[in-house]
């Protein structure tokens, strides 16, 4: 075994040992979800967004989770307030950027929480990346118009210049530091057809980095989890409803042994 997939099998045994407190400040369409996403997988959600709060819950927190998928003003204080916080304290941050790049809300919203805040990791499709560089890049709602390797490039660079770890998901995953690069194969198609499970797997990398400080082995064995459990449901089922009840199954079942087996990590 090599040592990502060792460090795959740590970070889950941590998680179902620790069953780590992650705060998430997510979007309506996903709360549910997400939410037994990180049950199943073994880790305790909160779904808290309340400005006169955040600030308390995100002190308790094992990692904090913010997702821009639908704004609004309160939304974006108690975001601003509780990634304050959690800056002051070293909790780490991941930022989901739905959408950024389609409207100007989105965009602003996403490049101020990165201005104002230590963010360990963001994760999002490539054309979501792509618009919080200062060239910009145009994207279709949440759905991505660039592939992952056209973006490798210039994730290296942005992480190096925002001084943070970009996850960028998409048929192949890559996450990158600036300086390391990693490459995770695990998948299934299915995965994109359901609502949510972009920003599911942005709070599994929530989860991954409360029990490892390292931004990169976290969001690279965290997705390589994701993708394992993506590719045991569509054995599974055969359409996107059966798909997410699977999905939901496999993140419980699957052992960190398993994991270490099965996962499929390459670095540069």
Same mark, same amino acid.
């Given at each position: 075994?090599?040592?990502?997939?060792?460090?795959?099998?740590?970070?889950?045994?941590?998680?179902?040992?620790?069953?780590?407190?992650?705060?998430?400040?997510?979007?309506?369409?996903?709360?549910?979800?997400?939410?037994?996403?990180?049950?199943?997988?073994?880790?305790?959600?909160?779904?808290?967004?309340?400005?006169?709060?955040?600030?308390?819950?995100?002190?308790?927190?094992?990692?904090?989770?913010?997702?821009?998928?639908?704004?609004?003003?309160?939304?974006?204080?108690?975001?601003?307030?509780?990634?304050?916080?959690?800056?002051?304290?070293?909790?780490?941050?991941?930022?989901?950027?739905?959408?950024?790049?389609?409207?100007?809300?989105?965009?602003?919203?996403?490049?101020?929480?990165?201005?104002?805040?230590?963010?360990?990791?963001?994760?999002?499709?490539?054309?979501?990346?792509?618009?919080?560089?200062?060239?910009?890049?145009?994207?279709?709602?949440?759905?991505?118009?660039?592939?992952?390797?056209?973006?490798?490039?210039?994730?290296?660079?942005?992480?190096?210049?925002?001084?943070?770890?970009?996850?960028?998901?998409?048929?192949?995953?890559?996450?990158?530091?600036?300086?390391?690069?990693?490459?995770?194969?695990?998948?299934?198609?299915?995965?994109?057809?359901?609502?949510?499970?972009?920003? $599911? +797997? !942005? /709070?599994?990398?929530?989860?991954? =980095? @409360?029990?490892? #400080?390292?931004?990169?082995? *976290? $969001? +690279? !064995? /965290?997705?390589?989890?994701?993708? =394992? @459990?993506?590719? #045991?449901?569509?054995?599974? *089922? $055969? +359409?996107?409803?059966?798909?997410?009840?699977? =999905?939901?199954?496999?993140?419980?079942?699957?052992?960190?042994?398993?994991?270490?087996?099965?996962?499929?990590?390459?670095?540069?």
């Amino acid at each position: 075994m090599d040592n990502l997939a060792a460090k795959a099998v740590e970070n889950l045994e941590n998680i179902k040992k620790n069953k780590p407190l992650i705060h998430n400040i997510t979007n309506y369409v996903v709360m549910n979800f997400t939410a037994n996403v990180l049950l199943a997988m073994g880790a305790s959600p909160v779904m808290a967004h309340a400005g006169n709060e955040v600030s308390e819950m995100a002190a308790i927190a094992s990692a904090l989770v913010l997702n821009i998928g639908t704004l609004s003003d309160p939304w974006i204080a108690a975001m601003m307030t509780a990634g304050r916080k959690a800056t002051e304290l070293g909790t780490p941050i991941v930022l989901d950027p739905v959408g950024s790049g389609a409207t100007t809300l989105r965009t602003s919203t996403a490049r101020a929480i990165i201005e104002q805040t230590r963010t360990s990791v963001i994760r999002g499709n490539a054309s979501e990346i792509l618009s919080l560089s200062d060239a910009g890049a145009r994207t279709k709602g949440v759905d991505t118009l660039h592939s992952v390797d056209e973006a490798a490039e210039t994730a290296k660079e942005l992480a190096r210049a925002l001084n943070t770890t970009l996850a960028i998901t998409g048929a192949v995953d890559l996450v990158t530091d600036g300086v390391r690069v990693v490459r995770v194969a695990n998948g299934h198609p299915l995965m994109p057809v359901i609502t949510g499970s972009g920003c $599911a +797997a !942005t /709070a599994v990398v929530g989860a991954f =980095l @409360a029990v490892d #400080k390292n931004p990169v082995t *976290a $969001a +690279a !064995t /965290a997705l390589a989890f994701f993708g =394992l @459990a993506g590719e #045991k449901a569509g054995a599974r *089922a $055969a +359409a996107p409803g059966s798909f997410q009840v699977a =999905l939901l199954d496999a993140l419980y079942t699957i052992t960190p042994e398993e994991l270490g087996q099965k996962c499929r990590l390459s670095g540069d």
